[in-house]
Every structure is written in C-alpha cells, then in structure tokens.
T-cell receptor
Framework: GAVVSQHPSWVICKSGTSVKIECRSL??????MFWYRQFPKQSLMLMAT?????????EQGVEKDKFLINHASLTLSTLTVTSAHPEDSSFYIC?????????FGPGTRLTVL | SQELEQSPQSLIVQEGKNLTINCTSS?????LYWYKQKYGEGLIFLMM?????EEKSHEKITAKLDEKKQQSSLHITASQPSHAGIYLC???????????????FGQGTILTVHP
C-alpha cells in the first residue's frame, strides 16, 4: 500500500509553546489529507481536512486558530498546535487517500507539560 | 452525521479460536474500511469494501459487507497472538471532491489473543 510518514513520532513541549507536526505522502501525491486525534482508549476523531493550495476545512468544535494547517505541496501537510496546553496532549494521526484505499501515518504523540 | 457501532467492544480469545467483529452503520455505507492498530501506533490498512455483498480475504482475515451496505463483519480464523490489537471500522464519506478519503470511525474493538 501507499506510505504516509509523520514527523516527529513523539514530542514533549512546555505549556504555551507551539508544536509543528508534518505529514508526508512518500510515494504518491495527495491533494487532500486528513488530521485526526486520538485520546487513550478512544477511537479516532477527525479534526480537519487539509487541502493543497487552499484553506483547511475544520470539523465542528475544532479551533482553527489553535490548530493551524498548511498544505503547501502535493506531498506535505503540516499541523501546528499553537500555544499548546496539557489538554492538547494526544495522539495525532494523518491520512491520505491513494489508489487502493486511505492510508494512515504512524502518528505523533504530543505531551504538553 | 454517520455513526458506526462496533461490537463487541473487547474480545478475549484463546489462540486458535475463530472470532468475528461487527460494524453497523446508521446510514448506507459508501465505502467501509477495516484497520488494525497497536496502541500508540498508526493504523494498518486491512481491507476496503464498497459493493453490497462484497467479501475480501487476506491471509486469515475475511471481511464482508452486507447487501444493504449497512453492516460489515471481520472474521479471523485460527487466531494468533499476532492478531491482537485494536480493530477499527471506518466509513467513507459519500461525496467526492475534498471529502474523498474522509473517514468516520467506530469506537474500536480491543482483541486479546492468549497463547
């Protein structure tokens, strides 16, 4: 299947700082990528749809000023958690649609102290 | 919005036993995905089903989508400890354009396989 990577795989930051997470499609182009978050022992919740060359579409209840999404190329989307707080600590996963299915990155674990 | 209900929420089986996980949708499914996840890791794509009555198999795992496209099942034959993990079903959005590839997930089924 298609390969999606994320960087970093884990990050620990202080409250109030911003953290950038990258999502890359390695062997295909993705005009659209999706960002999810997952809390412990819970399922994935869609946060936003990242569109190459245009603004992201956010799900209801997701603060677009807090979770900045940039999709600057056909293989890269970034999620920036601004002014992170402990309640933002979570597992963030991106996905991209390719021929044959929708494929997910390995996830990024964010811990905000 | 579409809701997916998975059952059971957790399952403990002895190695070698067969098992089935169900996924029921509140609306007709446009497409249904099955993934496996180890806690704290990404999702491993298992299968995608789109046609009513479709059935796909890979190694010891078989997934089916019913004719009405509202229910899917995942069946594992002769389970092994390597099958342990969280199984998630995901419903594809019934729209093209930028929603293509957007998934809504069930709550997951935690599978434990005892050797």
């Amino acid at each position: 299947g298609a390969v999606v990577s994320q960087h970093p795989s884990w990050v620990i930051c202080k409250s109030g700082t911003s953290v950038k997470i990258e999502c890359r499609s390695l062997d295909f182009q993705a005009t659209t990528m999706f960002w999810y978050r997952q809390f412990p022992k819970q399922s994935l919740m869609l946060m936003a749809t990242s569109n190459e060359g245009s603004k992201a579409t956010y799900e209801q209840g997701v603060e677009k000023d807090k979770f900045l999404i940039n999709h600057a190329s056909l293989t890269l989307s970034t999620l920036t958690v601004t002014s992170a707080h402990p309640e933002d600590s979570s597992f963030y996963i991106c996905s991209a649609r390719a021929s044959g299915g929708t494929f997910f990155g390995p996830g990024t674990r964010l811990t905000v102290l | 919005s579409q809701e997916l209900e998975q059952s059971p929420q957790s399952l403990i089986v002895q190695e070698g036993k067969n098992l089935t996980i169900n996924c029921t949708s509140s609306k007709t499914l446009y497409g249904l995905y099955w993934y496996k996840q180890k806690y704290g890791e990404g999702l491993i794509f298992l299968m995608m089903l789109q046609k009513g009555g479709e059935e796909k198999s890979h190694e010891k795992i078989t997934a089916k989508l019913d004719e009405k496209k509202q229910q899917s099942s995942l069946h594992i034959t002769a389970s092994q400890p390597s099958h342990a993990g969280i199984y998630l079903c995901g419903a594809a959005a019934n729209a093209g354009g930028t929603s293509y590839g957007k998934l809504t997930f069930g709550q997951g089924t935690i599978l434990t396989v005892h050797p």
